[in-house]
């Protein structure tokens, strides 16, 4: 990845993830094998859909969609995946599933994704 790439240009808090081998749950979009740029500064997740590093209350990590709403005075985060066969969202409440701190769900932002297009 050039450096001076708009997309994360002025990022100093990346780290890249491949996705695993096996994990079709957000194909097409991503396949197993790619490589995708987390910005580990952006966890916050204000608009319905952004693609982010999510962590599970027993610490499985993956990537996914979120979506969050405020519902009875916690936070309710939904984990989605593109592919939804076999792939329900996963729904969490920030208080309850992980004592309130943000940073314990989400990991960063995808800002960035590398994919093999003679896999595709």
């Known amino acids: ?9 002025y990022l100093t808090d990346l ?3 491949e996705i695993g081998k096996g994990q079709t749950s957000m194909e097409p979009n991503l396949y197993p094998g790619d490589i995708v740029l987390v910005n ?7 608009v319905d859909g952004k693609i982010m590093l999510v962590c599970d209350p027993d ?13 009875d005075g916690d936070t309710e985060l ?3 995946s593109d592919n939804t066969q076999g792939n329900p969202p996963r729904v969490f409440q920030l ?5 309130g701190d943000l940073h314990a769900a989400i990991g960063g932002r995808v800002v ?9």
């Not at 580990?40 to 204000?46: L, N, V, Y």
């Open 1 to 9: 990845m050039w450096r001076h790439h708009g997309s994360i240009r």
């Open 15 to 17: 780290v890249a993830v």
């Open 40 to 46: 580990r500064a952006d966890r916050i997740p204000d």
């Open 59 to 71: 610490g499985g990590c993956a990537i996914k969609r979120v979506s969050s709403s405020r519902i």
């Open 78 to 80: 939904v984990f989605y």
């Open 95 to 99: 208080k309850r599933d992980y004592g």
């Open 112 to 120: 960035w994704a590398w994919s093999d297009m003679t896999r595709k």
